[in-house]
């Protein structure tokens, strides 16, 4: 399907990686990864066709179709969520324009005899089938089932893009992305803005996926549920394992060991040869067994061990002066955004020293509540900030504030003050930019570089509490692992935003979940926390819906009520006899599509024949409206 052989990219004069050659085929779902700046984006960009590479080939077969979920997204203006993920089906919406202005010159004119005429009328059948070929009958509801199943709402797809967030338009990308039935998909980062139901949903639609899928993510769990594959990127090397992430971690831990054992083999053989050598050479008569040996151990092809690239990061957060013993009050905070309550009468107190965990879905308020307390959000309610308090805040999208046009050393000295600015080559240092890596713009870093680039900022002025929102997106593991240990030894108050289990162990004392508009107080760990919510996984507590796990731990209410049991299996009726009907309408009105394209004139002879075509349309989207109102109640119910 795609080759890469001998691959070479060089970035100021030095190789990011050289000579990799690996093969996609169909059916292979590949992580690819590796530390911050190995060149994982750089690889997606030169396969999508982005980038350019300085020696290698890249072979594809004829019409494969490649398609690249990019970081960086630009939406025109003026369109709505449907409106904007129908740019996906360019061909389908250049036919549908085709036939509006056939059906609008057969509609206007009246030489039905003509041989124009005729030719038009051939004309509209080739395009419907054109049409039907690619889709057309089905893109709008393939995309509002990938909209749905990314988190989007019904009520969501006539508002504006602008009106969503950063997280919410790159959802948006990705279902165009997914509309586009392409050959090979490049994800770069798919999850970090989806909550956990869109991230099982995309799992299992990545795992039907029958073309080639390669992605960039840091999601360990996410990596092992998707990929059959493994391709890191270390030193400039590719090691390519056909194996999950964490079977991967185990053989090549275990390539590495035989490595290191055939090379203690062979120095022991080495050292034995050296030593006759030693022996012989003062012996004449074993003069010439001597140069033998000599001989042979100059063609002795030395094992090498693979080298393991363990640069890390050096991340220690500076402590202000001491605040009071509570930190923060919130009484009574609200935040509502139109008619849409996120967080209603929020009460909870933050103690000094205290390292404490937000959370639950998306959309809940984590993020919210954490703008209040820094102060960047308007609300109800009062929240009063304690004695001393010094806030060093990390947002969610802080990478996305850097500026491109400004070099890694230019962002650093911009934010730092007299006391700080001669240190800031030491930070950056420590957070991995040495060297000529300082000069780099910040257009040309990588999402998890960004990342460093603005934890380094932070170092910039001391501080007592430390409020962080997702701070693991785009960060690689080891990465991740550094800025834990660097939290665990940081002597002041913690507050982060996190659905990163791994992260969050052992981290915090205290946990709240945000779920229906209030919050709820666990004093323990993160493990206190599932063990009282009786669930093994932080997926199961950022869902939208209970677990069948725990359906099956603990029967419902509705087991033992037998009026919810009858209006559940009548809503289960509905919801079937609802889906009969729509596929029906869809086959009449597909029927009348092929009737008008077969014989136009005779069809149109009937006076009500677009009347009775409008009809089933609204009929369609009645039943389709119906279909959704039904499924939710089924889900409620469900829940009961």
Known sequence: MLNIYNLSVAFQGSFLFQGITFQLNGGDRVGLVGKNGAGKSTLLKIISGDQEYDKGQIATDKEISVGFLRQDIDFVQGRNVLEESYQAFEQIKSLELQLDQINHDLATRTDYESDGY???????????????????????????????????????????????????????????????????????????????????????????????????????MFLDQVTNRTIEISLGRIYDIPKSYSKYLVARNELRGQQLAAQKNQQKQIDQTAKLIEKFRAKASKATMAQSLIKKLDKIDRIEVDEDDNSVMTLRFPLSKTPGKVVAVVEGASKNYGDHVVLNEIDLRIDRDSKTAFVGQNGQGKSTLAKMIVGELKHQGSIILGHNVEIGYFAQN?????????????????????????????????????????????????????????????????????????????????SKNVLKEALLNFQGTLIVVSHDRDFLQGLTNVVYEFKDSTIRQYLGDIDYFLEQRNISHLRDAERRTVPDKLSKQKPSSTQHDPDRQKELKFLQNRLSKLEVKVSKVEKELKDMDQALALNYEKTTADGDFYKKYESKKTSLKDLMGQWEEASLKLEKHSRI
Request: charged share 30%; no cysteine; proline share 2%.
């Open 398 to 478: 802080q990478a996305e504030y850097l500026e491109g046009s400004k070099t890694v050393e230019e962002t650093m000295i911009d934010a730092a003050d007299e006391r700080t600015r001669p240190r800031v080559r030491d930070i950056l240092g420590a957070f991995l930019f040495r060297g000529e890596e300082v000069d780099k713009y910040v257009r040309v870093l990588s999402g998890g570089e960004r990342n460093r680039l603005a934890l380094a900022k932070l170092l910039l002025q001391p501080f007592n509490v430390l409020v962080m929102d997702e701070p693991t997106n785009h960060l690689d593991i080891k």
């Open 118 to 220: 005729t030719e038009l009328i051939e004309r509209l059948s080739d395009v419907q089938n054109q049409y039907e070929i690619h889709g057309g009958y089905n893109y709008q509801g393939d995309t509002e089932r990938i909209l749905l199943g990314l988190g989007f709402k019904r009520s969501d797809f006539e508002k504006q893009t602008d009106t969503f967030s950063g997280g919410w338009r790159m959802r948006i990308e990705l279902a165009k992305l997914l509309l586009q039935n392409h050959d090979v998909l490049l994800l770069d980062e798919p999850t970090n803005h989806l909550d956990i139901e869109s991230i099982l949903w995309l799992e299992e639609f990545l795992k039907a996926f029958s073309g080639a899928v390669v992605l960039v993510s840091h999601d360990r």
